[in-house]
């Protein structure tokens, strides 16, 4: 059965060694599809060119809310064309972080807007970035909505009320190898009252390796523990969560269907 990463770095630093043997390292591993997120225009180069070589993987592209300070007209118009290619199949990361503030929260709260209607111009699904940010992440998405919001919460930690109101809105909410870690009780009740029917998995490599590889770097490959936490949390057959969201993530990133 096919597992699929919906979110992870592939065109980091941390991979420029060995990048090819960490794709080849996932599909053995079963993790047959990878899409890697860029985080603004170079980034987004940078993985055009890793989509191009190997077919197992494709990309969403857009401006992280690090970086929303530096979102003029023309750094999204360069997005929106690079958005063309075939293998972009999301818009995304966008959205807000109130942790870091390297951009200032009026500006990330703009630029996130002003992203939301320009994949909903291209008909693309949007990705996700929130952190200590929830009551104004469903603020702008309520604000933005033109019917049901087509999308993704990426590395979910927030709290199972804010997860109700994404779903409500017709999000999917991702999980990475985070929820492998104790310290994540309330995570593991929002995974158990959503269900499988809105839930993606995904690494976020090379960031928040799961255990038993916590502290190393991440990588798609290890999204078979993020399946493997879920079945147990769920207490559902492991194949029937791989089906599930496969199927999910099929639906939602639906250009990597056809």
């Known amino acids: ?11 980091m630093e941390p991979f420029n060694e060995d990048r090819d043997a960490v ?43 690090h970086d929303a300070k530096d979102a003029t007209a023309e750094v999204l118009d360069d997005l929106e064309r690079l958005a063309a290619h075939p293998k972009v199949v999301a818009w995304g990361e966008i959205g807000l972080d109130y942790h ?7 500006v990330q709260w703009r630029v996130f807007a002003e992203q939301i209607r320009r994949a909903r111009a291209l008909d693309l699904p949007i990705v996700i970035h929130s952190r200590e940010a929830d009551e104004d992440t469903v603020a702008v998405l309520r604000e933005n909505a033109d019917g049901p919001v087509r999308g993704v919460v990426h590395c979910y930690g927030g ?3 804010t997860a109700e109101a994404l779903v409500e809105l017709g999000l999917h909410i991702s999980f990475t190898g985070t929820i492998t870690f104790k310290a994540q009780m309330e995570v593991h009740e929002v995974v158990r009252r959503i269900g499988m029917g809105r839930i993606l ?10 255990k038993p590889h916590r502290g190393k770097r991440n ?18 057959p492991r194949e029937q969560v791989i089906e599930q969201a496969t199927a999910n993530t099929l639906a939602l990133f639906s250009k990597m269907a056809v």
């Open 1 to 11: 059965m096919e597992i699929i990463d919906s979110h992870c770095h592939l065109d």
């Open 23 to 65: 794709i080849a390292r996932s599909i053995e591993a079963g993790v047959t599809r990878m899409v890697t997120i860029a985080t603004g225009p170079d980034s987004a180069r940078r993985d055009l060119e890793i989509v191009e070589k190997h077919p197992e993987v494709f990309m969403a592209l857009g401006m992280h809310p």
């Open 100 to 106: 870091y503030d390297f951009s200032p929260r009026d």
């Open 159 to 161: 709290s199972l009320a």
């Open 201 to 210: 998995v995904e690494t976020d490599s090379p960031y928040l390796a799961p």
């Open 219 to 236: 990588e798609p490959a290890f999204t078979v523990h993020v399946v493997d936490k879920l079945a147990e949390l769920l207490e559902l």
